[in-house]
C-alpha cells in the first residue's frame, strides 16, 4: 500500500459512524440552539429572531424544577457512591470466588426494562405495602403517611437506578489496585484503616470521579421517576422539557431550558476531561452503560 | 472454673471479638444487602406476573394465577409494540455495531490528524442526558419538517448506540495480541486476509458483546424515543403509554423473558470470549 492511501486508511475507517454522529447528534445541537431563539407560538409559526430573553423567562420561569434537579441528582449521587463504594470494595477484594456473580447481580437490573423496574418501586413503596407499613410502625413514616409522591421516593428511585453505573467504574478502578501497594503500606506498620485512607482511596478515586459523572448526568436529566414516583410537586427540569416539547409546544422555552442544562453538564465533563483525559473516561469505566 | 478462667486469658474479650468478626465479615453482609436491593425489583417484577389483580391497576397482591402466562402474546397492541421494538433494535445494533466497530480499528490501530477530536464527539454523546439528545434530534427534525416514525427512531437508536459499542470494542482492541497477526503475514497474508482469517474472528467475541449492549440499549430507551417516535409505539412507549390506565400483567411476564433471554446470551457471549482466549493461547511456545 502506498504511503499516501496508508494514511487515508483511518479516515475510510472512521468516516461513516463519524458523519452519524456529527449529522444527528452535532448538527441537533445548533439546530436546538437556533430553536432557543426563536420567536413566536404554534399558531403563528416561529421565527429566528435573536431572542435571547427566551433563556431569562425560562430560566426564571422553572428556576425551581432546575433547582431541584440538581438537588435531587446531587443526592442519589452521593447515596449511590455510600451504597456503590463498599460494595465494590466487597466485590473486588473480598468477592473470591463469587466476584462474578456479584458482578452480574449489578448489572442484572439493566435486563429489565428501565420504567418496569421503576414502576416496580411504585409497588414496593405503595402506601398498603409491606415497606411503608413497616416504616409506620417504627414510626419513621407518620401513621397514615406515604412515601410515594415524596421528594424521598423520587431521590431513592433515582439512586437505585443509577447505583450500577456508580459500582462499574469504582469497581474497575479497585480492581486494578496493585495488591503489593497495600501490603507495602502494612509492612510499614500502617494499621488497615490508615493503609485504607492513604493507598486504597487515592488510588480508586478515578473511579470515583467517573462513577459520580455517569451517576450524575443521567440522574440530572432524568424524568422518568419523577413521573411515576413524585408528584407534582417534585417535578424535574427533565418533566418541564418533555411538557414544553411533547405537550405545550413552546419550543423556543423549551429548547433554551436543554441548552443551560447541556451547558452545564458539558462544563462538568470538560473539567473531568482537563483532570483525567478524554481516554481514561472511554476507558474500562464507561463499559458500564 | 479454673478452666473457664483459663480461656477468658487465652481468647480476647467478647467486644473485641465481635469488632473482628465484624470487620472480617462486614463488607460481605453489606454487599450481600446491597445486591438484594438491586435484585428485590426483579423479584417484585415476577412475583407480579404471577397476580391477579382486582381493578385494572397491578399494585397489590391479590392471588395467583397462570392465565397471565397463558396469554403473554394474547394483547394485540402490546405484540405490535414489541415486534417494533425488536425490529428497531436489530436494525440499530447492526447499523451501530459495524459502524463503531471500524471507528475503534481506526482509533486503536492507526494515527491520525484529529483524533482528539474523534475521541470527543464519541465522549460527549456518553455524557448528555437523554432528554437533551432527544429535544436536539426533534428540534432538527422540526426544523426540516421531517416525518417522525420508525426511520428518525432507527436514526436516534443507531446515534446513541455508536459511541457504548466504541468504548466496548475498543477495550478489547487494546488488549489484543499483535503477533498472530504478524504470524500471518509472515505466511504471505495480506492485509485484507489477515484482518479476515485472523483480527475479525479473534475480536468477535467484543463485538458480540458489543452488539448486545447496543441491543440492550434499544430494547430499553424510552426517553430519546418519547421525543422522536411520533405515532410509531415501542415496546418502552407501550408501557408509559398503558401506565395510565393500568398497564396489564403481562407487560410483566414480557419484561421476565427480556431478563432470562439477555441473561442467557450474556452467558453466552462470556463462554464464547473464554474459548477464543483459550484458542489464542493455544499455539506453540517460543523455544
Redesign the interface.
Known amino acids: 500500500m502506498s504511503n499516501r492511501r496508508r494514511r487515508l486508511v483511518p479516515y475510510f475507517l472512521l468516516g461513516p459512524g463519524i458523519l452519524w454522529l456529527i449529522l444527528f447528534f452535532a448538527v441537533p445541537m445548533y439546530f436546538m440552539g437556533r430553536l432557543s431563539l426563536d420567536t413566536g407560538t404554534l399558531e403563528t409559526g416561529f421565527r429566528f429572531n435573536w431572542q435571547w430573553s427566551n433563556f431569562h423567562d425560562a430560566l426564571s420561569l422553572y428556576q425551581t424544577p432546575f433547582l431541584r434537579s440538581f438537588y435531587y441528582a446531587g443526592a442519589a449521587t452521593v447515596i449511590a457512591l455510600l451504597i456503590g463504594y463498599p460494595l465494590a470494595y466487597a466485590i473486588a477484594f473480598k468477592g473470591g470466588r463469587w466476584k462474578n456473580a456479584m458482578l452480574l447481580a449489578v448489572v442484572a437490573p439493566f435486563f429489565t426494562t428501565y420504567l418496569i423496574r421503576t414502576i416496580a418501586w411504585e409497588t414496593i413503596l405503595s402506601d398498603h405495602g409491606f415497606v411503608v407499613s413497616t416504616l409506620q410502625s417504627v414510626g419513621i413514616v407518620a401513621a397514615g403517611g406515604r412515601i410515594l409522591q415524596t421528594a424521598s421516593a423520587v431521590i431513592a428511585g433515582i439512586t437505585y437506578n443509577f447505583l450500577p453505573f456508580m459500582v462499574l467504574p469504582v469497581y474497575a478502578s479497585l480492581e486494578r489496585i496493585d495488591p503489593s501497594m497495600i501490603e507495602a503500606a502494612k509492612d510499614l506498620y500502617a494499621s488497615p484503616r490508615t493503609a485504607f485512607w492513604k493507598v486504597t482511596l487515592p488510588l480508586s478515586l478515578p473511579g470515583v470521579v467517573a462513577g459520580t459523572l455517569l451517576t450524575f448526568i443521567p440522574a440530572v436529566g432524568d424524568y422518568i421517576n419523577a413521573f411515576f414516583l413524585g408528584s407534582n410537586n417534585n417535578h424535574m427540569i427533565g418533566n418541564v422539557i418533555q411538557g414544553l416539547y411533547l405537550t405545550q409546544r413552546d419550543y423556543p422555552a423549551a429548547a433554551a431550558l436543554s441548552f443551560v442544562l447541556m451547558a452545564v453538564i458539558m462544563l462538568a465533563v470538560l473539567g473531568y476531561i482537563r483532570f483525567a483525559g478524554s481516554e481514561a473516561l472511554m476507558g474500562e469505566e464507561a463499559v458500564a452503560g | 472454673m479454673e478452666a473457664s478462667a483459663i480461656t477468658r486469658t487465652v481468647l480476647p474479650s467478647a467486644p473485641a471479638r465481635a469488632w473482628r468478626w465484624t ?1 472480617e465479615h462486614g ?2 453482609i ?2 450481600a444487602l ?2 438484594a ?6 423479584v ?2 415476577f412475583a ?1 406476573s404471577f397476580n391477579n389483580p382486582a381493578g385494572k391497576y ?3 397482591w391479590v392471588g395467583f394465577t397462570l392465565s397471565h402466562w397463558g396469554n403473554v402474546f394474547g394483547i394485540s397492541e402490546l405484540n405490535d409494540a414489541l415486534l417494533t421494538s425488536l425490529k428497531l433494535a436489530v436494525l440499530a445494533t447492526v447499523i451501530s455495531t459495524a ?2 466497530t ?2 475503534a ?3 486503536v ?4 490528524f484529529g483524533r ?1 477530536t ?16 432527544g ?6 427534525f ?2 426540516y419538517g421531517l416525518a417522525l416514525g420508525f426511520l428518525t427512531l432507527l ?2 437508536h ?2 446513541f448506540c ?3 459499542v ?3 470494542v ?2 478489547r482492541l487494546i488488549g489484543f495480541d499483535r503477533s498472530l497477526e504478524e504470524a500471518a503475514q509472515d505466511l504471505g497474508a495480506n ?1 485484507l486476509t489477515t484482518f479476515m482469517k485472523v483480527t475479525l474472528p479473534l475480536l468477535l467475541p467484543g463485538i458480540a458483546a458489543a452488539a448486545l ?1 447496543a441491543f ?2 434499544s ?2 430507551d ?2 430519546v424515543s ?2 422522536n417516535s411520533g405515532t410509531t409505539v415501542t ?2 412507549l407501550f ?2 403509554g398503558a ?1 395510565q390506565r393500568g ?1 396489564p400483567v403481562e ?2 411476564c414480557v ?2 423473558i ?2 432470562s433471554v ?2 442467557v446470551a ?1 452467558g453466552a457471549t462470556v463462554l464464547q470470549q473464554r474459548r477464543a482466549e483459550a484458542l489464542a493461547a493455544t499455539r506453540p511456545q517460543e523455544a
Open positions: 470487620r463488607p460481605n453489606f454487599a446491597a445486591i436491593y438491586l435484585l428485590i425489583p426483579i417484585v417484577i407480579f397491578n399494585y397489590t459502524l463503531g471500524l471507528i480499528i481506526a482509533l490501530r492507526h494515527q491520525f482528539r474523534a475521541n470527543f464527539l464519541i465522549v460527549v454523546p456518553m455524557a448528555t442526558p437523554e432528554v437533551v439528545m429535544a436536539s434530534l426533534l428540534s432538527m422540526l426544523i436514526i436516534a443507531v446515534m455508536i459511541s457504548f466504541v468504548v466496548v475498543r477495550s492485509p449492549l440492550a440499549l430494547i430499553d424510552f426517553v418519547n421525543f415496546f418502552p408501557i408509559f401506565a398497564i407487560v410483566n419484561a421476565i427480556l431478563f439477555t441473561l450474556m
